[in-house]
């Protein structure tokens, strides 16, 4: 089955720095690669997707590029703010049925 | 449009009983999946209903099942419940076969 590895477990910016984390997948079959964003007592909550036909999409501050090649996506925040605090994970998904696999998470914190 | 509701939000359980966790969907979502949450296993597929059918499954033993209803809310049961069952139980709703949003989950204690 699909496997998504995650990295780093754990990330501390300036405030106003950037903040990337990077996931593998190993299905060369997944074709949907969405982001959540998890806050404490919170659900995920999904922040940006990509789909395999596009290599990069942006949304304000956050933007995620994908490498089917090498079997590559990341998420990348720009000039972080105390609010982007929180654990984000990636996942990797088929377009048939709606199974998400998840990375092990990233923990993220943005110092003033 | 109201987001994911899952009901109860704490619950605490013996070893032995059994749980069910009731979850509704966005207005207008007819798929709902089912994901365990704990520190130890991170993010795990439960399984995922539409038109209340089982359309997948994870990797979970038969203690633990679902249903969907008529009007797309959906409930999971564990039964005989563990020690290792203490988890956050996450309901997500889609519509587009893709996008999935989920709720705030179940926290499930069992002592």
Not at chain 2, 23 to 28: A, K
Not at chain 2, 94 to 106: L, R
């Amino acid at each position: 089955g699909e496997n998504v590895e995650q990295h780093p477990s754990t990330l501390s910016v300036q405030e106003g720095d950037s903040a990337v984390i990077k996931c593998t997948y190993s299905d060369s079959a997944s074709n949907y690669f969405p982001w959540y964003k998890q806050e404490l007592g919170k659900g995920p909550q999904l922040i940006i997707d990509i789909r395999s036909n596009v290599g990069e999409k942006k949304d304000q501050r956050i933007a995620v590029t994908l490498n089917k090649t090498a079997k590559h996506f990341s998420l990348h925040i720009t000039e972080t703010q105390p609010e982007d605090s929180a654990v984000y994970f990636c996942a990797a998904s088929k377009a048939a049925g709606n199974k998400l696999t998840f990375g092990g998470g990233t923990r993220v914190l943005v110092k003033p | 449009k109201a987001g994911v509701t899952q009901t109860p939000r704490y619950l605490i359980k013996t070893r032995g009983q059994q749980v069910t966790l009731s979850c509704s969907p966005i207005s207008g979502h007819r798929s709902v999946s089912w994901y365990q949450q704990t520190p130890g296993q991170g993010l795990q597929f439960l399984f995922e209903y539409f038109s209340e059918t089982q359309r997948n499954k994870g990797n979970f033993p038969g203690r633990f099942s679902g249903r969907q209803f008529s009007n797309s809310r959906s409930e999971m049961n564990v039964s005989t419940l563990e020690l290792g069952d203490s988890a956050l139980y996450l309901c997500a709703s889609s519509a587009t076969g893709n996008e999935q949003f989920f709720g705030p989950g179940t926290r499930l204690t069992v002592l």
